[in-house]
């Protein structure tokens, strides 16, 4: 019996160890990748600024799939913490796709979605992606933006979270199966006769 556990305990030990080797050089290999201070221009003064890469936040994601590029240290710290970081798209430490989705899920943190009201908290790359509410009602996934665009859509877009875009998105394709219900959460006084064939708006 005492074997046993002994024969566990070193499995685990080489277990440990393996994984251990493997997770500096994960993180060397992202440091040497994401890590140094870069300069950019600022999105809101078009002042240069100094700039860091959050480089173990970049070095897990990307070893469970797309890298979450954010900001670590910023010149402009701490007075300007909760920008945008909309610079990202300006660093040359990642595919575009990976420097959109960092400036997105940093943008949508504090706001609400423009159809239930429900406020967006940290975002991260596992979790159901919201979308974009173009100014013409359209619904714009992340991976039709492209890094020219980001600074109009973030200045003219709105945030849907995802329920929201599943609801929106079958009610665009399947009007027939959807029926408007005002009355629901209307006062007693104000409910409108049902209407079956009204779809949603």
Request: glycine share 4%.
């Amino acid at each position: 019996m005492d074997t046993t556990a002994d024969s566990f305990i070193v499995i685990a030990i080489v277990l440990i160890a393996v994984a251990s080797v493997f997770g500096i050089r994960w993180i060397l290999r992202a440091r040497s990748k994401y890590g140094g201070t870069q300069v950019v221009t600022c999105p809101e003064t078009k002042a240069p600024a100094q700039v860091e890469v959050d480089v173990f936040e970049a070095a897990l994601s990307s070893a469970l799939g797309v890298a979450d590029i954010r900001l670590q240290n910023c010149s402009r710290w701490p007075i300007k913490k909760d920008c945008g970081q909309e610079c990202l798209v300006g660093l040359h430490v990642a595919p575009d796709d990976c420097l959109v989705h960092g400036v997105l899920m940093k943008w949508y943190r504090g706001k609400q979605c423009v159809f239930c009201g429900i406020e967006f908290t940290e975002l991260h790359l596992t979790d159901h992606k919201p979308v974009l509410r173009t100014p013409e009602g359209k619904l714009l996934q992340w991976q039709n933006v492209s890094v020219e665009d980001v600074s109009n859509v973030l200045s003219t877009h709105e945030p849907v979270c995802w329920n929201c875009y599943i609801a929106q998105s079958f009610a665009i394709e399947h009007p027939e199966l959807v029926v408007y219900r005002p009355w629901r959460d209307a006062e007693p006084a104000n409910r409108e006769a049902p209407n079956p064939r009204r779809p949603i708006a």
